[in-house]
C-alpha cells in the first residue's frame, strides 16, 4: 500500500504517517515495488492514530501539572 492509501484507511495524514516512521514508532516494512506497507500493517496504524494525541499530550504537559 502507498503512504496516500494508507493516509485514507486510518485517518492519520501522509506527513504524520511519515513521522511515525522517522521516529521509529511504525515498524519498517521491506518496500516492494513503490509500495511502502502491506494491508495487514494498517492496524497499527491506526492504534497510532487513535493513540497520538494522547501521547503528545502527555509528553507536552510540563512536571508541575501533575503535582
Known amino acids: ?3 496516500s492509501e494508507v ?3 486510518t485517518g492519520a495524514s501522509a506527513k504524520a ?5 522517522a ?3 511504525l515498524p519498517p ?3 516492494v515495488n513503490r509500495y511502502r506497507y502491506r494491508r495487514d500493517s ?4 491506526r492504534l497510532l ?5 494522547r501521547v503528545i499530550t502527555t509528553l507536552d504537559t510540563p512536571p508541575w ?3
Open 42 to 45: 494498517v492496524w497499527w496504524d
Open 23 to 25: 521516529r521509529g514508532l
Open 7 to 9: 493516509s485514507r484507511l
Open 49 to 53: 492514530a487513535g493513540r497520538s494525541a
Open 65 to 67: 501539572y501533575y503535582r
Open 1 to 3: 500500500m502507498r503512504i
Open 29 to 31: 516494512v521491506a518496500r
Open 17 to 21: 504517517i511519515r513521522l511515525y516512521e
